[in-house]
């Protein structure tokens, strides 16, 4: 890790679950990548923008990388020279490396998109992203990914069959063509930690500990036995080594959590320490009363959507009916 002023480097994802130290399939790579650089930094939880494409980000004293921007939080931390674990690739596995990257950046992230959104019954997605928020809105917000990332994939009423038979394909090539590039290797390029490993990590274990066992996803990754292994072993080394720590706290949003964080001493352990009780921030009160709107106009959303739903279905049944009398 580079030297770069004074700052606490801190990451803001989703919580944890399913004994990882964040659920989230985009957030987890950008954990792991700083566990594998042995970069101090504290981790928060960001629950009120459950949503958002801009989770996770990184903060880093004025400085805040959004991962909706400039290819994402561990680009960013390259670009900004803050972490960088890709420098120094030995010149001749350069274009192995990026064809290897981009198998995990696209069919097995849109594989795993899709099986959390579209395959299962969403009770993993509402675990992760949904659980603060009351049952109406998360149940809109879940319907609202679902349809994003169907339009995101392609996927159609026509074709729904035909998508998921590639997606499924594509992700076992991916899956088989990692087995053979990893062999009985520690990492997969350079013995030695990369980006790379961090993406692919991220994704084992999100696969592996987060998706139910009926999940056709990850009983394709189960056939192959040293890619079970790999991320078993850095799971032991860099996941469960900091799991004794307590949770870290959750946070609303990046001034909130600016303003009321303490330093920790490393990774995702915060200390749990009785702290007086004092008067909140107007920043921190007029947050409340946005989020307390946000809450209403997605329960009225909810009601409109509700309505019009079932409006619609009342008139295909009268159609039936005027049809039936016109036989």
Request: charged share 25%; glycine share 6%.
């Amino acid at each position: 890790m580079s030297e770069r002023g004074e700052g606490e480097l801190v990451l803001v994802a989703r919580k944890g679950g399913f004994g990882l130290p964040t659920a989230c399939p985009n957030c987890l790579p950008v954990y792991l990548y700083l566990r594998f650089a042995n970069a101090s930094f504290s981790l928060d939880f960001d629950v009120a923008n459950p949503d958002s494409d801009h989770v996770p980000y990184i903060e880093y004293g004025d400085c805040v990388l959004f991962s909706n921007e400039k290819g994402g939080v561990i680009e960013c931390l390259k670009g900004e020279s803050i972490v960088d674990l890709d420098s120094g690739l030995s010149g001749g596995c350069v274009p192995h490396w990026l064809a290897t990257e981009a198998l995990i950046s696209s069919w097995l992230a849109e594989a795993a998109q899709y099986e959390l959104w579209v395959a299962s019954n969403g009770s993993g997605a509402y675990k992760i992203y949904f659980s603060d928020l009351s049952w109406p809105v998360a149940k809109v917000l879940h319907w609202k990914q679902t349809q994003t990332v169907k339009q995101r994939l392609g996927i159609t009423y026509l074709n729904a069959n035909g998508k998921e038979e590639e997606i499924y394909r594509k992700a076992a090539a991916a899956y088989e063509a990692l087995s053979q590039r990893l062999g009985e290797q520690t990492f997969f390029f350079d013995d030695r930690p990369t980006s790379l490993d961090a993406a692919f990590l991220g994704h084992a274990l999100f696969v592996i500990h987060a998706l139910p066992d009926t999940s056709t996803l990850r009983n394709n990754l189960l056939q192959y036995d040293n890619l079970v292994r790999y991320s078993e072993n850095l799971k032991v080394q860099y996941v469960d080594s900091n799991s004794s720590s307590s949770i870290p706290r959750s946070s609303f949003g990046p001034s909130a959590s600016s303003s009321s964080r303490t330093k920790s001493s490393s990774y995702w352990s915060s200390k749990s320490k009785p702290k007086a009780k004092r008067e909140k921030t107007e920043e921190e009160k007029t947050f409340r009363r946005r989020a307390n709107y946000f809450l209403a106009t997605q329960l009225v959303a909810v009601l409109v959507f509700l309505s019009l739903f079932g409006g619609v279905e009342n008139a295909e049944d009268d159609d039936e009916d005027e049809l039936d009398y016109d036989d």
